[in-house]
């Protein structure tokens, strides 16, 4: 085939927008920020997992501090009544009988008294766990927004930058001959569509082209087409490839 050399360097700026088109049509689909807010969600979903079990674990000492307060209670109560009881009493015998009563219901209130300062202990640990948890997630959830405001921001401008390319594109492609534009996108479809020839290597597959191929392809004349032997594509020259 035989083309104007005009003609064949416009396909330079088409395979130059075709690589732009491509590359912003992959960051509009998958922005670089993509993996990382999903391995967020991910993250999110492990603390808020653990976040549970701490929760849980705090419930667990709650309820267990209620219990106890509630026996204490109870002691209490017991104590109040058998302290009246020892007041009203005139029976030695049933005196001694609350005295002894008295003794072991205020140690087993020290002993729930005691069991209660550790549960305390245990509930304000377990709260600062999930005070922690929690911070977590919140910073989690934060990156997980700025990165996804980001992703917004650079999937609008490649789209921008796209509809600018696709507009460029259809303008030079109007201006190339059917049939050597023909040419170029079957080759464009399967790989490199064509490429400049500088300082013997073809710039499509940045391969050095064989001395006898480059001799070759500079024997002939300047309006024929010709191709990298390398990558298929078509090798357009100018005067860099001299």
């Given at each position: ?85 020892l007041a ?28 209660e ?10 709260d ?26 650079t ?29 170029y ?8 569509g ?16 064989p ?32």
């Amino acid at each position: 085939m035989n083309a104007d050399p005009a003609d064949q360097r416009k396909l330079l700026d088409l395979a130059d927008l075709d690589a732009r088109i491509r590359r912003d049509e992959r960051v509009a689909a998958n922005p670089p920020q993509a993996e990382r807010v999903r391995e967020l969600i991910a993250q999110r979903a492990t603390l808020a997992q653990e976040l549970g079990t701490r929760a849980n674990a705090r419930d667990d000492i709650t309820a267990e501090l209620k219990r106890l307060e509630s026996d204490v209670a109870v002691v209490d109560a017991r104590i109040a009544r058998d302290t009246e009881r020892l007041a009203a009493s005139s029976n030695p015998k049933q005196a001694q009988g609350f005295e002894n009563e008295l003794v072991s219901l205020k140690r087993r209130k020290g002993d729930l008294e005691d069991m209660e300062i550790a549960l305390m202990e245990r509930l304000e640990a377990a709260d600062a766990a999930v005070a922690e948890q929690e911070a977590q997630i919140a910073d989690t959830n934060a990156q997980g927004a700025q990165l996804s405001a980001e992703a917004k921001t650079t999937v609008s401008d490649a789209t921008t930058r796209l509809d600018g390319a696709r507009r460029d594109r259809d303008a030079v492609a109007a201006s190339v001959p059917a049939d050597l534009l023909g040419l170029y996108e079957r080759l464009a479809s399967r790989g490199n569509g064509a490429g400049l020839l500088r300082a013997g290597a073809c710039e499509a597959c940045r391969m050095v082209l064989p001395p006898s191929d480059l001799a070759t392809v500079r024997r002939a004349q300047t309006d024929e087409v010709v191709f990298c032997p390398e990558c298929g594509a078509i090798l357009v020259r100018t005067e860099e490839s001299r």
